[in-house]
């Protein structure tokens, strides 16, 4: 099994800066790419930022320059730098990292618990 621990989340003022991490731990063989979602109330969770196991990123268009994902692989953590947040911001922030794990070998991707970002006006 596979845990991810997600910190970071909480109240920011507009145009304050917040930095999430997701570590994850447990029976790992390699972790292949990681990701952050975000999810409003009542919506569908979309991806909005991805690095692979070569760390190149991808971002979603409306969050370049502002968002930066990066991975320490030593530590299996991913790490989410928000600056200059907005009010439409605020959402749950989940995690998702792909892994190949030890025993049973296979491939499984598996989910933060997901860490709240509140951006105030």
């Known amino acids: 099994q596979v845990q991810l621990l997600e910190s970071g989340g909480g109240l920011v003022q507009a145009g304050g800066s917040l930095r999430l991490s997701c570590t994850a731990s447990?029976?790992?063989?390699?972790?292949?790419?990681m990701a952050w979602y975000r999810q409003a109330p009542g919506k569908q969770r979309e991806l909005f930022a991805h690095i692979s196991g070569g760390a190149g990123t991808r971002y979603a268009d409306s969050l370049k320059g502002r968002f930066t994902i990066s991975r320490d692989n030593t530590e299996n953590t991913v790490y989410l730098q928000m600056n200059s947040l907005k009010p439409e911001d605020t959402d749950d922030y989940y995690c998702?990292?792909?892994?190949?794990?030890?025993?049973?070998?296979?491939?499984?991707?598996?989910w933060g618990q997901g860490t709240q970002v509140t951006v105030s006006s």
């Open positions: 447990g029976n790992i063989l390699a972790i292949n790419t």
């Open positions: 998702n990292v792909d892994t190949t794990t030890r025993t049973p070998w296979y491939h499984q991707a598996y």
